[in-house]
């Protein structure tokens, strides 16, 4: 039976944390009691225009405080609104929506790129295996005080600002580090060069993928990847980002 529920949700606080990049705590009746590491939610805007609610990756849950931490970039109409509303406001939300990360006991890596770093947080904070987070910035970071709660890690800046000059694998390779199984979340390049890492060392991968989406639960078939397996939904090679999706074996897609 689906989890999935519709809800006022209540802001609990917000600050941007980053050029364009805000976080924002809201409180839940139900929601945040079952979601899961790598699953989103679907906010509505205020303004009737907007019809199409906007999918924002969960960052941190507190069932015990109903509350859900959403990190976001504002990246049009829809989250600029997000960004101007107050402490105390009201949002229409859904979720959670989509599939969360699988847990391991073997050694991980923990990998975020960008606006992809945030929905890394939660699942760092989970898992109990031994893990290492890298984390990929363009220049500026953010959140990597919150990731230190949970264990060593790593940082990687294109302009080599802080951390290791380059990407997370240059970062991995200039530390020195190995783990057994990846979970990364970020823009395609970084994936695609995951994927690949992965498959030259023999090791499990599982990647997060992200994409405009129109209805989050499957229906409207906006948000399709190639896959490399006939999806029973379409009898085609596509899996649903929201709905099979966001987290895949690597394996599975193709990308």
């Keep these: 039976m689906s989890k ?33 590491a790598g ?36 990246a049009g109409a829809g989250t600029e609104e997000f960004s101007r509303m107050d402490t105390g406001e009201k949002l229409k939300i859904v979720g959670p929506l989509g599939n969360g990360f699988p847990f391991t006991s073997d050694a991980a890596f923990v990998i975020g790129g960008g ?9 760092a904070k989970q898992l109990s295996c031994t893990k290492q987070m890298i984390l990929g910035y363009r220049d500026r970071l953010f959140l990597e005080q919150d990731f230190k709660k949970y264990g060593d890690v790593y940082v990687a ?25 990846i979970y990364a979340c ?7 060069a995951l994927k690949q890492y992965a498959a030259e060392h023999q090791m499990k991968c599982y990647v997060s993928l992200e994409e405009r989406m ?19 939904h379409t009898n085609v090679k596509n899996k649903r980002i929201c709905k099979e999706g966001p987290v895949f074996e690597a394996g599975e897609v193709d990308f």
């Design 4 to 36: 999935k529920k519709r809800e006022e949700a209540v802001i609990i606080s917000k600050r941007e944390i980053s050029a364009g990049i805000f976080d924002m705590w809201i409180r839940t009746d139900e929601i945040a009691g079952y979601a899961r």
């Design 39 to 74: 699953q989103f939610v679907s906010l509505y805007c205020k303004d009737g225009s907007r019809l199409l609610p906007r999918p924002i990756s969960i960052c941190e849950i507190e069932p015990e405080k109903k509350a859900l931490r959403l990190v976001y970039r504002v």
């Design 115 to 123: 606006i992809g770093i945030p929905p890394m947080l939660e699942l």
């Design 157 to 181: 800046t294109e302009d080599g600002s802080s951390g290791t000059k380059g990407n997370v694998i240059d970062a991995i390779r200039a530390n020195g580090l190995e783990a057994d199984v």
């Design 186 to 192: 970020g823009p395609l390049p970084m994936l695609r």
């Design 214 to 232: 129109a209805c989050g639960i499957g229906a409207c078939l906006g948000c399709v990847c190639r896959s490399t397996q006939t999806d029973a």
